[in-house]
């Protein structure tokens, strides 16, 4: 059951543009201000909050380049009582508090490889807990306070050396699937063999392998053999370790084998650990999908028992209640398309009973168990109450949820305008990192409880940080919220932005005319709203620009249940095109839009939309296609995404049915019929996508004599808008801009 009971209180309908006191326009290298809060954890005793702060500086060492830094931040939670805990050009991460409330373990790199740290909070030095040649990361204290469990990565040969993650020296039970070898004895050859390129066939095999350690070859025989950088032929695995908080001691491995165990967390008790594995231990870890849950023993003696674990699911993002009788996780069907669904149930031990998923249709996230209150505080028979706190995107926004087990009922505690990026509670407070149209990120504190339970948080919040301050002397263009009801029934949300030199209202009756552009998410189950925090800066950049700016979560978007997210299979192109398209139309009708310079741009998924798009309409006058796909057969090859084919089309290119539908879905098929000028633009290390999509379409429409220019970043990934070098992302907006300026800029700027 869910139960939205402060949906009406939120006022779904957004304002419109408001005035700001300054006229300051928000410019490019505005990126580089723009502070980002994550990592939120509140103290034991719940007076005070770390949380990690990421910025971007200069790079001393490099002029003109930029180097991201997070550090962490500690809140009395009073106004203005942040202090930095870190600073200096090493970045500090992923804090923890001791459950004494005296300690923070958190992360930090060192040569290299990312390390434990420990900082008392009564004053001296932080101090290094691990050296693991493997590196290690995410800390958790135990519940006693005497260990930390952490995590670290072991590549297969690294694992096959290792006499404490591998002591009986063995090979993986499942195939390698090496043609030719029936068993993965090749995998530990004769050392006594030396390589001879001229010799026998078991020394040139020793030649052949030397090249591999000495990086002249890579060979390749996994599945899923691209990363998002560079090929991955070599498997690696996710281990923990338990490590006593004493200087010099050891890691003590807590798993083994040829497996990964993802989203570990502590049992209240102390004595076991709950985390996420490999369903079939039988079955390469490319071609398992299925995960289950396991309990392990926290002494290290290796036992292990299934908690959850069904043929066709995977579990993700375990959460124990604090007295450790209530189990909450996330799971979903392992292939097709889905959402993670929350599901609740008794724990006695590590068996379950009365599992339950909950009826909420949204994509949750980042579970966390607090303590209830009002009627549900109440002990019975010494027990106390407890709750599931949630976030999920929905509506253009970042809500954070409550789920009372018992009832099965959910409450929605923050509105759809805002982002609820990170958060943790202290008893009836919750500690929030919020994005919204006026600030991209701060710290609140607020009362979820009582009188605060009859409006959103976010109304009655109190603002704890001052990190984008700087945002209070721009001018903004805040977004007006608008539905379309699309030709499947469903209701489509979009946003237009007016230009800011219009946000006052005072150049309104002026006459003069603006361009539009229409900007389009990715994913494609991606979403976006006033409470998204990655597309703050470009939104508002263009509308300062003079752009006015539109943009939609057409079908096949997360945020608005699993049949609209579903709304879109075999059909990439045609639908969402219709939803994007009606916004466009609907925002051109503004009296401020000419209609004349209308522009269009999306990337990953919109990229193959912005090309789809001009394919098949010709009111644009320039469009920008960023990191896109466009031919799917060839992406089904090249692209570390290449399950999006089968499960939005339903099987494979060399399947004739199949081959069909994918030729109707790419825009490559169409591209006879691009006159509009299009920039192409994908980073050089993208494996998400893959750059063979856009030299593809890039040198077709050379062939054809259309106008077309094709910008490659080097050593630029699929993340290049948002993690990015910094400096590239600055060139990745002027690049849109000054393209777009050559066919809608007013003449007389054109210089």
């Not at 690294?158 to 068993?183: H, I, M, Q, R």
Request: glycine share 10%; proline share 6%; net charge positive.
């Amino acid at each position: 059951m869910r139960k939205l009971l402060l949906a009406v209180a939120f006022g779904l309908a957004f304002h419109g543009i408001r005035a700001q006191t300054a006229q300051q326009k928000i410019v490019v290298t505005d990126l580089t201000r723009i502070k980002q809060i994550g990592g939120i954890k509140t103290s034991p005793d719940g007076r005070q909050a770390v949380y990690t702060l990421t910025t971007t500086a200069p790079d001393p060492d490099k002029k003109d380049e930029y180097e991201y830094r997070t550090h962490l931040y500690l809140s009395g939670l009073k106004p203005g009582s942040a202090k930095a805990l870190t600073n200096g050009s090493e970045s500090a991460r992923q804090p923890d508090w001791s459950p004494d409330g005296k300690s923070l373990a958190f992360v930090r790199t060192v040569k290299g490889k990312s390390q434990v740290f420990v900082m008392p909070l009564d004053g001296g030095e932080a101090w290094q807990l691990t050296n693991l040649s493997y590196g290690a990361s995410s800390p958790q204290w135990s519940p006693d306070g005497k260990c930390i469990l952490v995590t670290a990565s072991v590549s297969l040969s690294e694992l096959l050396k290792d006499s404490l993650l591998n002591p009986a020296k063995t090979v993986p039970a499942w195939s390698l699937e090496k043609p030719g070898f029936p068993d993965n004895s090749f995998i530990k050859p004769d050392k006594t063999v030396k390589p001879n390129p001229d010799g026998s066939l078991a020394e040139i095999r020793a030649y052949l392998n030397k090249d591999v350690e000495d990086k002249k070859a890579k060979v390749i025989n996994r599945l899923n053999f691209q990363g998002e950088a560079a090929t991955e032929p070599e498997l690696s695995f996710t281990h923990l370790y338990s490590i006593e908080v004493t200087d010099n001691a050891t890691p003590q491995p807590l798993t083994r084998g040829f497996y990964s165990f993802r989203a570990p967390v502590w049992m209240p008790d102390g004595r076991g650990v709950l985390t996420v594995t490999d369903r079939d231990t039988l079955q390469h870890p490319d071609r398992e999908q299925d995960a289950a849950l396991i309990w392990l023993a926290a002494d290290g003696s290796g036992q292990q028992v299934r908690v959850l674990s069904e043929p066709g699911k995977t579990y993700l993002s375990p959460a124990v209640s604090p007295d450790g009788r209530q189990l909450a996780v996330l799971t979903s069907s392992a292939q097709g398309v889905n959402t993670g669904q929350i599901a609740v149930g008794r724990l006695n031990g590590t068996a379950v009973s009365d599992w339950q998923p909950i009826a909420f249709d949204r994509s949750a996230g980042n579970l966390k168990w607090g303590t209830a209150s009002g009627a549900e505080s109440k002990k019975k028979k010494g027990a106390t109450a407890y709750a599931v706190f949630f976030t999920a995107p929905s509506n253009g926004g970042m809500p954070l949820y409550r789920l009372d087990p018992t009832t099965r009922q959910v409450t929605q505690l923050s509105d759809f305008d805002s982002g609820i990026n990170a958060f943790d509670l202290a008893g009836d407070q919750v500690v929030f990192a919020k994005t919204e149209v006026a600030n991209p990120s701060e710290l609140y504190v607020a009362n979820w409880t009582g009188a605060a339970a009859q409006r959103p948080i976010t109304t009655g919040a109190v603002k704890l940080s001052s990190h984008n301050d700087w945002v209070s002397g721009k001018a903004l263009s805040f977004p007006e919220k608008r539905t379309y009801k699309n030709s499947k029934g469903q209701t489509v949300e979009y946003w237009i932005m007016k230009p800011t030199a219009l946000a006052d209202g005072k150049a309104t009756g002026s006459g003069k005319k603006y361009p539009l552009l229409l900007n389009m998410h990715g994913g494609p189950t991606a979403m976006w709203g006033p409470g998204e925090f990655s597309m703050w800066h470009e939104h508002q950049y263009f509308c300062a620009q003079g752009y006015g700016v539109v943009y939609a979560n057409p079908r096949g978007s997360g945020g608005y249940g699993i049949e609209f997210q579903r709304a879109n299979i075999r059909d990439w192109g045609t639908g969402p095109t219709e939803d994007v398209l009606a916004a466009a139309t609907d925002a051109a009708r503004e009296a401020w839009v000419d209609t004349s310079r209308q522009v269009i741009t999306g990337g990953s998924y919109a990229g193959y939309l912005t090309a789809w798009i001009v394919a098949h309409d010709n009111r644009f006058k320039a469009a920008f296609s960023q990191r896109g796909v466009y031919e799917l057969t060839t992406f089904m090859g090249e692209g570390n995404a290449w399950r999006l084919v089968p499960n939005y089309f339903g099987g494979y290119p060399w399947q004739k049915s199949v081959q069909e539908v994918l030729n109707q879905n790419s825009p490559y098929t169409f591209v006879e019929n691009i006159r509009t000028p299009l920039l192409i633009k994908h980073g050089e290390n993208d494996l998400r996508t893959g750059v063979i999509q856009s030299e593809m379409m890039y040198k077709s429409l050379k062939i054809l004599g259309r106008p077309v220019e094709y910008v490659r970043m080097p050593g630029g990934t699929h993340e290049l808008s948002r993690t990015g070098n910094v400096r590239q992302r600055i060139d990745r907006l002027l690049r849109i801009y000054e393209f777009f300026e050559r066919y809608v800029g007013d003449k007389n700027s054109r210089q």
